[in-house]
């Protein structure tokens, strides 16, 4: 097993190992106290790791039940929250008292959401399940849902107490949801780990490796995961630095919108990272094998890069992005790899390089 020390505001550890399930309860006990615990997951997880995972909090100790919500980013959404809100309450939680969110990144978003809010915030125990959830939404805080004007628009920065990684899940994703996972792996390597990236280019992150070697698979989580804590770390709230890892996220996240969210995050932003960068390749602010490079890896790993929708539509749903102040987007741009910086871009720029890179993308064809 792998510990990371995550030194926010309120420190915590993640541990990525095996049969993490099956200890959970001790873990959780240790990490959190507390009488109550609420297991929140979908319909897809909580039949194959719920009972697991309860079973082991009950023998901790805890009174223990589940919540379960259907599977899908269609239902990260108010009503989702506002049902294990209720179901919180009426198991009489209280702020002692723990929401464990077993699940990919979607459980983890809207329990974390629920943990943050409900009686203004309990203790929340992060379990992800998702290769994504493993490597990314688990760790660093942002909970969220979305509304009907787009990604995450409501949420809040709520750390877990813990975070418990059992990579023997993984084995029961599909290899599609697995090479999901791999679009925030790739896109690590390009914010500050070029080794990482070259790693991957020598033997890429796919589902067969997952069958070969789940020790290769948990050195890879654990290193992303560091990569992910070391930008949390330097700026938690996201004032400036933690933007490095909304790198592909400005059209990944419109390709996502435009999709009505039928498209998995990962590889929404895949094709995100990839436009970007063809986009500043187009312009001088990388070289053409920055763009090559990343494509290239993606489908290797799995992912497709491709884009359908039109420059009105995406630059229609961006114009919803977080990172948007006024007349200007702060868009993360690669210089090359393992180099991307922050540029605040005006919106007609923005709209520019949303058709260069859907020109480049004709090009290439
Ligand atoms: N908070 C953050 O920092 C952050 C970071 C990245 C992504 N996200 C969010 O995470 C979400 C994407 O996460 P995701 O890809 O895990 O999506 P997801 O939660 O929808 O999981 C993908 C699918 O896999 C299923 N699943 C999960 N684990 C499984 C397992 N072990 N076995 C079988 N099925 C399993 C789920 O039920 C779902 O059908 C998006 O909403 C995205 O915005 C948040
Ligand atoms: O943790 C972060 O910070 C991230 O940006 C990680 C992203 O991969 C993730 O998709 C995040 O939810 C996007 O954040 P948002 O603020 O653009 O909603
Ligand atoms: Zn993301």
Redesign the pocket.
């Known amino acids: 097993m792998q510990t990371i020390r995550v030194s926010t505001g309120r420190p915590y550890t993640v541990h990525v190992g095996t049969r993490l399930l099956e200890l959970s309860g001790e873990m959780i006990r240790t990490a959190c106290g507390g009488v109550k615990a609420v297991v929140v997951t979908?319909?897809?997880?909580g039949p194959?790791?719920a009972g697991i995972v309860e079973r082991s909090l009950s023998e901790a100790g805890y009174d223990a039940s589940t919540y379960t919500f259907p599977?899908?980013?269609e239902h990260?959404r108010a009503d989702t929250l506002i049902g294990i809100l209720e179901y919180l309450a009426a198991t009489e939680l209280t702020r002692d008292d723990v929401v464990v969110a077993l699940?990919?990144?979607?459980?983890?978003?809207v329990a974390?959401l629920a943990a943050a809010t409900y009686m203004r915030g309990c203790k929340l125990a992060q379990m992800?399940?998702?290769?994504?959830?493993m490597v990314?939404?688990s760790?660093?805080g942002?909970?969220?849902i979305?509304l009907e004007g787009g990604?995450?628009l409501a949420g809040a920065f709520w750390q877990p107490w813990i975070v418990l990684a059992d990579i023997g899940?993984?084995?029961?994703?599909?290899p599609e949801?697995f090479a999901?996972?791999c679009g925030?792996v790739i896109k690590h390597g390009v914010i500050s780990d070029p080794e990482l990236f070259c790693a991957l280019e020598e033997a890429p992150l796919t589902y067969e490796l997952l069958l070969q070697s789940l020790s290769t698979v948990e050195a890879i989580v654990a290193r992303n995961i560091a990569i992910k804590r070391n930008v949390v770390e330097a700026d938690e709230r996201e004032s400036n630095l933690r933007k490095l890892?909304n790198f592909g996220h400005s059209m990944g996240h419109a390709i996502?919108a435009c999709s009505r969210y039928q498209r998995?995050?990962?590889s929404c932003v895949a094709a995100g990272m990839t436009m970007i960068a063809r986009a500043c390749a187009r312009n001088g602010i990388c070289s053409e094998d920055v763009p090559t490079r990343i494509e290239s890896l993606c489908g290797r790993s799995g992912l497709d890069t491709a884009c359908t929708f039109t420059a009105d539509e995406l630059y229609a749903a961006a114009l919803h992005d977080k990172k948007r102040r006024g007349g200007h987007i702060d868009l993360v741009v690669p210089r090359a790899i393992g180099d991307c910086v922050i540029v605040t871009t005006p919106l007609e720029e923005f709209r520019t390089l949303i058709e260069d890179a859907l020109a480049a993308s004709e090009v290439d064809r």
Do not use: I, R
């Open positions: 979908d319909t897809n997880v194959l790791y599977a899908g980013e990260k699940g990919g990144g979607v459980v983890g978003d974390g992800p399940t998702s290769l994504l959830a990314d939404s760790v660093g942002k909970t969220a979305d990604k995450n899940c993984l084995g029961t994703l599909s949801q999901d996972g925030e890892l996502e998995g995050h990962g």
